[in-house]
């Protein structure tokens, strides 16, 4: 399984820009995106993957045409659809069984470094706040609490501050409780 860290951050955006040029990246892709998840399942006690696992998502970026991403209904092979086509799409979801579960918009700002394998990303995330991901596939065969160490420890030398005993926020699980749901790995 791969990590992924997602942390919380406690300061604006233009804090961490800035922190991370000082450290040498500079920001390659923005991109504003837009999903809506459908599922016809109930996600009490499931964790952060297993609730991505269970819908089918729809996305937007920069106002584009939604991209379904359907692993779930063989019967639906629609690969993207206007948003003028999106009631239409959601009337066929019912069928089986699927309704609409969250809606989430976000800025996604990309950061680079030379010689680095990976990205450290910050979104902006409607109604949750400021999140700093990352992982990092030089890590991917490593034991999942290594993994998880040596994320942080990446991050903490570009600037972070992020304790070992720090747990990233679970978009999905939050929007589904309602309230801040935390894990070790945003991917598990």
């Given at each position: 399984?791969?990590?992924?860290?997602?942390?919380?951050?406690?300061?604006?955006?233009?804090?961490?820009?800035?922190?991370?040029?000082?450290?040498?990246?500079?920001?390659?892709?923005?991109?504003?995106?837009?999903?809506i998840?459908?599922?016809?399942?109930?996600?009490?006690?499931?964790?952060?993957?297993?609730?991505?696992?269970?819908?089918?998502?729809?996305?937007?970026?920069?106002?584009?045409?939604?991209?379904?991403?359907?692993?779930?209904?063989?019967?639906?092979?629609?690969?993207?659809?206007?948003?003028y086509?999106?009631?239409?799409?959601?009337?066929?979801?019912?069928?089986?069984?699927?309704?609409r579960?969250?809606?989430?918009?976000?800025?996604?700002?990309?950061?680079?470094?030379?010689?680095?394998?990976?990205?450290?990303?910050?979104?902006?995330?409607?109604?949750?706040?400021?999140?700093?991901?990352?992982?990092?596939?030089?890590?991917?065969?490593?034991?999942?609490?290594?993994?998880?160490?040596?994320?942080?420890?990446?991050?903490?030398?570009?600037?972070?501050?992020?304790?070992?005993?720090?747990?990233?926020?679970?978009?999905?699980?939050?929007?589904?409780?309602?309230?801040?749901?935390?894990?070790?790995?945003?991917?598990?």
């Open positions: 399984m791969i990590v992924e860290v997602g942390i919380k951050l406690n300061k604006d955006l233009k804090y961490y820009d800035n922190m991370l040029k000082q450290y040498g990246f500079k920001n390659d892709f923005t991109v504003d995106t837009y999903d998840y459908y599922t016809n399942k109930n996600f009490d006690g499931m964790s952060e993957n297993e609730i991505k696992n269970s819908c089918i998502r729809l996305r937007s970026c920069n106002d584009s045409k939604f991209v379904v991403q359907n692993k779930l209904l063989d019967d639906i092979d629609i690969k993207e659809i206007s948003s086509d999106l009631d239409n799409f959601e009337d066929s979801l019912l069928k089986y069984g699927y309704k579960i969250f809606d989430t918009k976000k800025k996604d700002y990309h950061y680079v470094k030379d010689g680095m394998s990976s990205k450290i990303q910050l979104q902006e995330i409607k109604d949750i706040g400021l999140l700093v991901y990352y992982d990092n596939p030089l890590y991917y065969d490593l034991p999942l609490e290594e993994q998880r160490k040596k994320l942080l420890d990446d991050l903490n030398l570009y600037g972070f501050n992020i304790k070992y005993d720090e747990l990233g926020l679970d978009k999905l699980r939050t929007l589904y409780y309602k309230k801040e749901m935390f894990s070790k790995n945003q991917n598990g």
